[in-house]
């Protein structure tokens, strides 16, 4: 078997694994759980001093994030959710009073007219933190999404400053993933039992 052959499929056995696991958690746990990590994440420095924070709404019990998009906006600070166009996937900024509606494969993302869309759009280039959901994450960073590719794809355009975050529940940790030369890693991964910092790799493996 091609070892790109071999490492799709090894990702695709991972990816239902977890997805199977994360799908078994009561909404009270997801609640707890999502709570304890985003302490964690509000507790980081450089998360406190960002001013400009991406997010994500979560899908199928991912890690909430509503505290710290609640934190970000009662400080002043530009929050902002993805969305995909033409199989593109743009930040859209957020305020308290905006409504969601349903975007691709079912994830909510702010709703902005047509004729403000462009405005609203926020450059990959101006964001301090990204905060990133997962199916599984590792010890060096790397994380296994559902497969689209839609964040690899991004987050290269980000300035290196740029700090990626990775909200993971600890079951969520793996050892090792598979990985392609594709593949971003992040700067941490942030779980309830403990934070893990990355950075190195990441910049290692981008020079």
Not at 47 to 70: H, I, K, W
Not at 175 to 190: I, M
Not at 194 to 202: G, Q, W
Request: hydrophobic share 35%.
């Amino acid at each position: 078997m091609p070892e790109s052959s071999k490492l799709h499929t090894e990702k695709t056995i991972l990816r239902q694994y977890h997805l199977r696991q994360r799908k078994r958690m009561e909404r009270s746990l997801v609640w707890d759980l999502s709570c304890r990590i985003q302490r964690r994440l509000l507790d980081l420095t450089f998360f406190s001093r960002a001013c400009t924070v991406g997010l994500y709404a979560p899908l199928g019990n991912e890690v909430d994030t509503q505290m710290l998009c609640e934190e970000k906006l009662g400080g002043g600070g530009v929050v902002a959710y993805p969305g995909v166009m033409h199989q593109n996937m743009e930040y859209v900024r957020y305020s308290s009073d905006c409504a969601w509606v349903a975007g691709a494969f079912g994830i909510l993302q702010p709703h902005v007219e047509t004729q403000q869309y462009t405005e609203c759009v926020v450059a990959p280039e101006h964001f301090d933190v990204v905060v990133v959901p997962g199916v599984a994450f590792d010890r060096s960073g790397s994380r296994l999404g559902y497969g689209k590719g839609f964040y690899d794809r991004y987050l290269p355009q980000c300035r290196a400053q740029c700090v990626f975050v990775g909200l993971a529940y600890d079951f969520q940790l793996e050892d090792r993933l598979p990985c392609e030369g594709h593949d971003v890693y992040l700067d941490y991964v942030v779980t309830e039992k403990e934070t893990i910092e990355c950075t190195a790799v990441r910049h290692c493996l981008s020079d």
